[in-house]
């Protein structure tokens, strides 16, 4: 909400965008910026309520991040906007796993990693058929800055890293062999479409297509596969940041919330 309020300008003249709410008059700019202040306040108040302040203070931090730093700044200041702005789509996890603990150990952490490299492939997959509507905003996305080939390299590295990311869960010992072969064969899937983007011609607007609709795919298994593979269980691999010591006994609940906490909050639609 807060994002579509500074960005209507823009929104108006992008024919993606052209439809929401404010570019169509159907509210004004104040009554959504009035709107998002409350909805912010309120979902920080209630975390706050319900879990602990430490959870509620990244969420502040998190909202401040995406409007200020991400929406008002490097959106229209840099090519690399998605990236930097990419890490307040990615703190869902950490702000679920401290609501649950009251702390940040490195599983979160190896969520928010996940998260964030998948975030550049996935939007930049988008915006290589949206060219000509960020170029028209004036929007300084790679696509429009580097040209298709740069861009189609960059997907291909962060597809790569991505791959070797998703394993991480797997390799620190908090998802089982399940996982690691399901993340193993999804990384291979999108490695394969990065990698037909890549080689294919700027006529081809379905690869771009298919790697944009493949990644919503991919991260929504990953993390089901997650919630999946800790129901019902116990965990005696969460740390406590107080004494350094593993803590025993802890039950599953904590990671399903840091999951269920991504799967909601992801914003796949916004750039």
Not at 6 to 11: M, R, V
Not at 45 to 60: C, F, G, I
Not at 163 to 189: K, R
Not at 216 to 244: E, N, P, T
């Amino acid at each position: 909400m807060l994002n579509m309020w500074y960005d209507a300008d823009i929104d108006a003249v992008m024919t993606r965008t052209a439809m929401r709410p404010i570019p169509r008059g159907k509210i004004s700019r104040f009554e959504a910026l009035v709107f998002g202040l409350a909805l912010g306040g309120f979902a920080v108040a209630v975390l706050a309520l319900a879990t602990n302040l430490t959870a509620a203070a990244m969420l502040a931090c998190t909202i401040l991040f995406y409007v200020v730093v991400y929406t008002a700044w490097l959106k229209r200041a840099t090519r690399q906007n998605i990236v930097i702005g990419g890490a307040a789509g990615a703190l869902p996890p950490v702000i679920g796993w401290a609501a649950a603990t009251g702390d940040v150990g490195l599983e979160p952490l190896a969520l928010f990693l996940i998260i964030f490299l998948w975030t550049p492939p996935h939007f930049w997959a988008l915006a290589l058929n949206r060219t000509e509507d960020y170029a028209r905003a004036g929007v300084p996305m790679l696509p429009v800055v580097e040209g298709r080939a740069a861009t189609t390299r960059q997907i291909l590295i962060y597809s790569g890293l991505l791959v070797l990311a998703s394993e991480l869960p797997w390799v620190l010992g908090f998802a089982g062999a399940a996982y690691g072969a399901i993340a193993a064969i999804c990384g291979a899937l999108f490695l394969l479409l990065a990698g037909q983007l890549n080689r294919s011609t700027a006529d081809d607007r379905r690869a771009a297509q298919r790697l944009f609709s493949f990644s919503i795919f991919h991260l929504f298994v990953l993390f089901a596969v997650l919630l999946i593979d800790h129901g019902g269980k116990s965990s005696s691999f969460m740390r406590s940041a107080h004494d350094g010591r593993t803590v025993g006994s802890v039950h599953a609940e904590f990671m399903p919330g840091a999951v269920r906490s991504a799967c909601r909050t992801v914003n796949f639609s916004e750039v």
